[in-house]
């Protein structure tokens, strides 16, 4: 069974910078994507950032520039390098980890929150 554990959330003004990871169990970490969503208040969940087992990354339109996504498969962990921060970061962030068979597991997620 695979377990997803977030931490690195918390406070931090506008313009400021967070570093969040997750640690992932079991061995399917290698062969799977990774990727980190947010969700806000009222709004749906939303896809941040990906990365593939090759290391291939995608992100979406607003975070481009000013987030870098990153896997270290020795610690089976994945990384969100998030500068620039503005109000409208502020969300649960959480990980996802999708297998080679398509199926999704999540963390319980961690907060982050931006002063204006």
């Known amino acids: 069974q695979v377990q997803l554990t977030e931490s690195g959330g918390g406070l931090v003004q506008a313009g400021g910078s967070l570093n969040l990871s997750c640690t992932a169990s079991?061995?399917?970490?290698?062969?799977?994507?990774m990727s980190w969503h947010r969700q806000a208040p009222g709004k749906q969940r939303e896809l941040v950032a990906l990365?593939?087992?090759?290391?291939?990354?995608n992100y979406a339109d607003s975070v481009k520039g000013r987030f870098t996504i990153s896997r270290d498969n020795a610690k089976k962990m994945v990384h969100l390098e998030m500068n620039i921060l503005q109000p409208e970061d502020a969300a649960g962030y959480y990980c996802k980890l999708t297998t080679p068979r398509n199926e999704d597991y999540w963390g319980r997620g961690t907060q982050v929150t931006v002063s204006s």
């Open positions: 990365i593939t087992p090759s290391r291939s990354t």
């Open positions: 079991g061995s399917v970490f290698f062969f799977s994507a």
